[in-house]
Structures are given as structure tokens and as C-alpha cells.
């Protein structure tokens, strides 16, 4: 799996764009965490309400299946720009400089491509629900309450395209590196060893506590 990764900043226009797209990207994240936020807060009115009253929340499943997509897709270019995800680096954790870049382009030109036909596909499931001319926009809804489906369905193609946008970026990043023979590029994820990990917790640590002591 991948250990913990830093991205570099420096003044280039990759880095610039970068750090202009993560501020996209940490919005869609908290929206993501307010949704789980908010199924907590439907479980405890629907449980809350049939427990006291008798009468659990109205839709409740409805408003789950409405949800469940915010904390499917919202964080996914986010986690990926701090290079997060769950894979298996036995090889590429052994490679360096230009072969490096070189298997990190190749992973994530792949991971493109599918990206891009899952923002077809999923932009195709959107136009086949959504409809000026029907009532609420919507030729589906929800099957107990009817909610409009087409909302839940549009934030997948949104988020792929974020996340494409994340991926053009990295292919950048690693070509730039492996064309320049770059040690240490920036605005891709650079694993991180276990010293460099302690070293960099010690210093958000002791940022932390020096904070807290000014603050006193």
C-alpha cells in the first residue's frame, strides 16, 4: 500500500494551478464530511421519532440513496492529489528518478482513461434522468417520497470531472519531471519514508503546541 505522501509548491505555473485546484478540492471534501454529518443526524430524528412518537423520519431511506453520493465522490480528487489512495507499490517504492516518473505517468494516464469514460458514462446516466420539461426536472424519482433523482446522479460526472482535472495536472507533473529529470517535482504526491513522516508530524506537532502557547 502507499505510505503517506507530501506535494511540493513552488512558484511554477504547475504549482500555481495546483494550489488553485485544491482549494476546489477541500470544499468538495467538507462537503463530503458534512454529508456524513448529516446521515447521523437523519438516523437520530428517524430512530429519535419511531422510538418517542411512533413516526420515523418520512424517506428516510430516500434521503440516504441522495447522500450516499456526496461521501462516494466529493473527496476522490482530493485524496488523490495527496496521493491517498490504497494501492500496492512493492515496485515502484524501489524505483527512482526518471523510472520513477516514468511508472507513475504510465499509472496515472491509465487511471485517466478510466476516468474519462466513467465521466461519459456517468454524464449519459445524468442526461437520461434529468428533463426541463418534466415535473421537478426529473423523469425518475425516489420510490417513497419521490424525491428527484437526477441531483445525486449529476454530483458523479462533476466529481470525475474534478478528478480528471486532478489527473491532467499530475500527468504534467510527472512528464515535466521525467522530461527535466526532476529529484523532487511539484504538484505530485512524493512518498514519504518513516523518517520523513516522523519528522514531518514533529513539526505540525510542535507548530500545535507553540500556537497553544501563544494563545496563553
Known amino acids: ?78 485524496v488523490q492529489r495527496d496521493g491517498s489512495h490504497i494501492r500496492m507499490d512493492l515496485v515502484i517504492s524501489a524505483l527512482r528518478g526518471r523510472a520513477l516518473w516514468l511508472f507513475e505517468l504510465i499509472s496515472v494516464l491509465l487511471i485517466l482513461a478510466l476516468m474519462l469514460a466513467l465521466l461519459w458514462g456517468s454524464g449519459s446516466h445524468f442526461l437520461r434522468s434529468f428533463d426541463f420539461a418534466a415535473p421537478l426536472w426529473s423523469r425518475d424519482s425516489s420510490i417513497d417520497i419521490g424525491l428527484p433523482i437526477w441531483p445525486a446522479k449529476l454530483l458523479a460526472p462533476v466529481a470525475f470531472a474534478v478528478l480528471c482535472l486532478r489527473l491532467l495536472l499530475q500527468v504534467w507533473g510527472y512528464g515535466r519531471a521525467l522530461v527535466l529529470g526532476l529529484a523532487r517535482p511539484a504538484a505530485v504526491p512524493l512518498v514519504q519514508s518513516a523518517a520523513e513522516q516522523a519528522a514531518a508530524e514533529a513539526e505540525h506537532l510542535g507548530g500545535v503546541s507553540t500556537s497553544a502557547s501563544d494563545r496563553d
Open 1 to 78: 500500500m502507499a505510505g503517506s505522501a507530501a506535494v511540493l509548491e513552488d512558484g511554477s505555473l504547475i504549482s500555481r494551478w495546483d494550489r488553485q485546484l485544491l482549494r476546489l478540492e477541500r470544499v468538495m471534501a467538507l462537503i463530503s464530511g458534512l454529508a456524513v454529518f448529516s446521515l447521523m443526524v437523519l438516523a437520530v430524528v428517524s430512530v429519535g421519532g419511531r422510538n418517542a412518537f411512533n413516526a420515523p423520519l418520512p424517506g428516510y431511506v430516500d434521503w440516504i440513496e441522495q447522500v450516499m453520493p456526496l461521501i462516494a465522490f466529493m473527496g476522490i480528487s482530493f
